[in-house]
């Protein structure tokens, strides 16, 4: 073999497009698979932000090797490595930083060429902030969780131009839950199998091939995914048959309880129904303007009035989209 052969992806990925593609994905635990699988493909550059070193856990639970939880090497270093082994010719810029303490001034240069940000994180601040750097910095965001246990998945995605109600438009519930519990999470893995993970990422994965496709005006068939969905960038995914959002059978309500119907099912909803014309960040407007704030920063605090995350200067009084009134600390 003297040449990488990409033709069995010949029709579904265009080479030429993959390579002139930059992928930045914040969190590379369970979503470390999502890198390897892009490497294969001839993505032409990846940035991955993580600040963790592998661990035993990590070997059972992500993918990672025996031999880098016993030298404790960084994810972003042992990724590396492990997508250079697969693919020599992929570039994999390894930060090992925290993504919520990032300046301003840094994190636009990371995403100054970026072609698609993918937040796969567990921490709140940091899935915040990624939300708000794809509206200010107009790059295409996707963002997966996992809900308690691997039961079911989230996929939240945002287009600039296209989108009309941004991550924090449809997950306002999750800012003042975060706020008001004092926690950092979103959800985890903790109690699940690895193809929990691996099967919202399927989903991240196909809709990411189709935003680097649209982004360079490319004909792809994931890439007209989007004038299909129109306005539904909001999907729910579960694995477990009898999985509720609380006391609510969200997928029952969709599918029924038929005979043919049991687990492994997906709703993408139209996400411009949450639109919050007081939202902080997207004020209203979703990602559909473009190139109106590019000026202003990607940082973001918590609010005096109310605790909810906000972007750093832009209220003094509270987050403008909080009922709350009572001071909370995160």
């Not at 006391?247 to 969709?254: L, N, Q, T």
Request: net charge negative.
């Amino acid at each position: 073999m003297t040449a990488l052969d990409y033709s069995r992806q010949a029709g579904a990925a265009d080479l030429e497009v993959m390579r002139r593609s930059h992928i930045v994905q914040v969190g590379v635990g369970s979503g470390s698979e999502l890198v390897r699988s892009f490497s294969r493909m001839g993505a032409g550059k990846i940035t991955v932000i993580d600040p963790d070193t592998v661990e035993p856990r990590n070997v059972t639970s992500q993918g990672y090797t025996y031999a880098a939880a016993l030298a404790s090497v960084p994810k972003v270093v042992a990724l590396e490595r492990e997508c250079n082994a697969i693919n020599p010719e992929a570039l994999i810029v390894p930060l090992q930083e925290d993504f919520v303490r990032m300046s301003d001034r840094r994190l636009k240069e990371i995403l100054s060429d970026a072609t698609l940000l993918i937040m796969a994180t567990d921490h709140h601040p940091a899935q915040a902030r990624g939300a708000l750097a794809g509206l200010v910095c107009d790059v295409p965001v996707i963002l997966a969780s996992l809900y308690r246990r691997g039961r079911a998945g989230e996929i939240v995605y945002t287009y600039p131009g296209l989108t009309e109600a941004c991550y924090r438009c449809i997950t306002a519930e999750r800012y003042e839950f975060v706020a008001r519990e004092r926690t950092g999470g979103t959800g985890n893995a903790a109690g699940s199998i690895p193809f929990a993970a691996a099967f919202v990422d399927a989903i991240v994965g196909h809709l990411a091939v189709g935003v680097l496709h649209k982004r360079h005006g490319a004909a792809n068939p994931y890439a007209d995914w989007f004038e299909k969905l129109g306005q539904r960038n909001f999907i729910q995914t579960r694995m477990a048959p009898d999985y509720k959002l609380g006391d609510e059978d969200i997928f029952g309500d969709v599918f029924g309880h038929g005979e043919k119907v049991f687990a492994f099912d997906t709703i993408w909803q139209p996400g411009v129904a949450e639109l919050k014309h007081d939202c902080p960040d997207c004020r209203g407007r979703g990602a559909t303007p473009v190139g109106e704030r590019a000026h202003e920063t990607t940082e973001m605090a918590a609010s005096p009035g109310c605790g909810c995350l906000i972007q750093l200067g832009s209220a003094d009084g509270g987050c403008p989209a909080c009922s709350r009134s009572e001071a909370v600390a995160v």
